[in-house]
C-alpha cells in the first residue's frame, strides 16, 4: 500500500519561499513507472496541478507554464521523498498543496495522494 | 490548454437515485487520458475512474464512466450516504505535460 505523506510549515511570508516535502512509503521515487506530482487547490481556482518528477534512466521535471519560472521539484532518493519549492510567493499562492503519485501507461491518473497542507501566505 | 467544464454545479438527490455528471472538454480528449475524482470536506481527492471508464481499486460498480472526444459522463446508478460529495473530472496532455481539473459538480442530499 502506498502512502504519502507531507511536511513543512503551514505559514509563509510573501516574498519568501514555500518548501514542502513528500515522503513515501511502499514505492520508490527512483520508480520506471511512476511520477510524483505537486497540485494545490483554492476555492477560488480550484485544484491546479503544479509539476511533477520523474526517473526514466535520468530525472525528469515537467512543470505548469503558470508557475514554471517559480517552481522546483526535487527528488531525494537517500530518503525516498520529493520535494516543492515555490518562490516569490505571494497571497495568491495560500491554498491546500496536495502531493500525490501517477502511474505511467495508464492515462497517468493520480491514484495516491498526499494528507494536504494548508499553507498561508502572509505576513 | 484544455479547458474542462463540468454541469450542474450543483446536484440535488436523494439516496437511491442515479447521478449524472457531465464533463465537457474545450478540444478532443483522448479517452485513456480522462479521470474521476471524489472528494469529501477535509479530504484529498480520491481516484474513482481512468481511462474514461476503468474503476479504480476498490471503487464499486454503482460508479461508472462513459464518454468520448469532448464529452463524458460519471454515472452513479444508486446513491448511498457516502456518495454525497464534489466530483472532478481531469485530463492530461502529453506535450507538453499538463494535467487541468474541471470545477466540479457537488452532489448534495435533497
Known amino acids: 500500500q502506498v502512502q504519502l505523506q507531507q511536511s513543512g510549515p503551514g505559514l509563509v511570508k510573501p516574498s519568501q519561499t514555500l518548501s514542502l516535502t513528500c515522503a513515501i512509503s511502499?514505492?520508490?521515487?527512483?520508480?520506471?513507472?511512476?511520477?510524483w506530482n505537486w497540485i494545490r487547490q483554492s476555492p477560488s481556482r480550484g485544484l491546479e496541478w503544479l509539476g511533477r518528477?520523474?526517473?526514466?534512466?535520468?530525472?525528469?521535471?515537467d512543470y505548469a507554464v503558470f508557475v514554471k519560472s517559480r517552481i522546483t521539484i526535487n527528488p531525494d532518493t537517500s530518503k525516498n521523498q520529493f520535494s516543492l519549492q515555490l518562490n516569490s510567493v505571494t497571497p495568491e499562492d495560500t491554498a491546500v498543496y496536495y502531493c500525490?503519485?501517477?502511474?505511467?501507461?495508464?492515462?497517468?491518473?493520480?491514484?495516491?495522494w498526499g494528507q494536504g497542507t494548508l499553507v498561508t501566505v502572509s505576513s | 490548454e484544455i479547458v474542462l467544464t463540468q454541469s450542474p454545479g450543483t446536484l440535488s438527490l436523494s439516496p437511491g437515485e442515479r447521478a449524472t455528471l457531465s464533463c465537457r472538454a474545450s478540444?478532443?480528449?483522448?479517452?485513456?487520458?480522462l479521470a474521476w475524482y471524489q472528494q469529501k470536506p477535509g479530504q484529498a481527492p480520491r481516484l474513482l475512474i481512468y481511462?474514461?471508464?476503468s474503476r479504480a481499486t476498490g471503487i464499486p460498480d454503482r460508479f461508472s464512466g462513459s464518454g468520448s472526444g469532448t464529452d463524458f459522463t460519471l454515472t452513479i446508478t444508486r446513491l448511498e450516504p457516502e456518495d454525497f460529495a464534489v466530483y472532478y473530472c481531469?485530463?492530461?496532455?502529453?506535450?507538453?505535460?499538463?494535467?487541468?481539473f474541471g470545477g466540479g459538480t457537488k452532489v448534495e442530499i435533497k
Open positions: 511502499g514505492d520508490s521515487v527512483s520508480s520506471n513507472i511512476a511520477a
Open positions: 500525490a503519485r501517477d502511474v505511467l501507461g495508464t492515462g497517468d491518473p493520480l491514484d495516491y
Open positions: 481531469q485530463q492530461y496532455s502529453s506535450t507538453p505535460f499538463a494535467l487541468t
Open positions: 518528477t520523474y526517473y526514466r534512466s535520468r530525472w525528469h521535471n
Open positions: 481511462g474514461t471508464s
Open positions: 478540444q478532443s480528449v483522448s479517452s485513456r487520458n
